[in-house]
């Protein structure tokens, strides 16, 4: 049996001292690039509390007195009125139903604005046909037109329509919206290659197998960053709500504005419903939130 030949020595430049092998020094470079010092955790850490202090303050806030909260210093810990301030917030405006009502039409816009912008996104990204730049140009362009402008307009359609106090009055005028196409086909422009679209052209599949099958699987990080955009936008959104929907069908937003009447505001209601109405988000967050992290990953790891 011939003896295996020892591996070469690492080469060493003149001058320099003496070197790990290849391997081990890769390993430790990354594992210098990954590690956090004690000043990146400190920053972390304030970010988080200053970004979770507002939510804390709300239920501290939804569970105490009026009083408690005009004493000076206010009280920083919450307290045990969160279940006598949720049932005057029951009583004082329909939350359930408004509750419900917000989930139908942010869940609908939602829907719709993601499966819209990503099929035209893709249109834009990716197709050819003529008068593709004239007409990205037009739709980034409606983005500088404010939306107060077509308020009146848009009332006297719904009217005309029959839908004032109805929810598809809410709904519909926001399932495309211009950001969603601009973003959707920045990300597929990015994200998906020409060569597998030329590939399934060569395998014979059609446009809309190429979509569902290719795009969407690939577009699914940036679908989930524009659904939680959405959800959020539709879900907070006041102005339009309050002028096409009346108190009998209100949203969330428009329910909070009937809490905590009378000569003095009763704060604590106020932030009880308020608390009643961020809930949602956080859960739709906490849904999508593996999503976005990884089509951030994503984007850092192409870039």
Not at 38 to 61: E, G, M
Request: with cysteine.
């Amino acid at each position: 049996m011939t003896a295996l030949a020892a591996p070469p020595p690492p080469v060493r430049e003149p001058g320099t001292g003496p070197i790990a092998p290849r391997g081990r020094r890769r390993r430790s470079r990354a594992g210098r690039t990954m590690r956090g010092g004690k000043l990146a955790y400190a920053i972390l850490t304030l970010a988080v509390l200053v970004s979770a202090f507002p939510f804390y303050w709300t239920l501290v806030a939804a569970s105490r007195s009026n009083a408690d909260l005009a004493k000076v210093p206010p009280a920083l810990l919450p307290g045990p009125r969160l279940a006598h301030n949720i049932q005057a917030v029951t009583e004082e405006a329909d939350i359930g139903k408004a509750l419900l009502n917000s989930l139908v039409v942010s869940g609908s816009i939602t829907l719709g604005t993601v499966l819209c912008c990503t099929l035209a996104g893709f249109a834009f990204a990716k197709l050819r046909f003529r008068g593709r730049g004239a007409l990205l140009a037009l739709t980034v362009g409606t983005m500088m037109i404010p939306p107060q402008l077509g308020v009146i307009p848009l009332f006297m359609l719904i009217a005309k329509l029959q839908w004032v106090n109805q929810l598809q009055a809410v709904i519909l005028p926001g399932l495309v919206s211009a950001f969603g196409v601009f973003f959707m086909r920045q990300f597929l422009v990015q994200s998906l290659p020409d060569e597998l679209i030329e590939a399934a052209r060569v395998d014979g599949a059609s446009t809309a197998r190429i979509f569902w099958s290719i795009v969407v699987p690939i577009a699914r990080p940036g679908m989930a960053v524009l659904g939680l955009l959405t959800f959020m936008t539709a879900w907070n959104d006041f102005f339009w709500p309050i002028v096409a929907l009346s108190s009998s069908e209100p949203t969330v937003q428009v329910a909070l504005r009937q809490l905590g009447g009378g000569y003095v505001n009763d704060q604590s209601v106020i932030m009880a419903g308020t608390l009643l109405g961020t809930l949602p988000v956080l859960l739709v967050f906490g849904l999508l939130g593996r999503q976005i992290v990884g089509g951030i990953m994503q984007g850092a790891v192409k870039g």
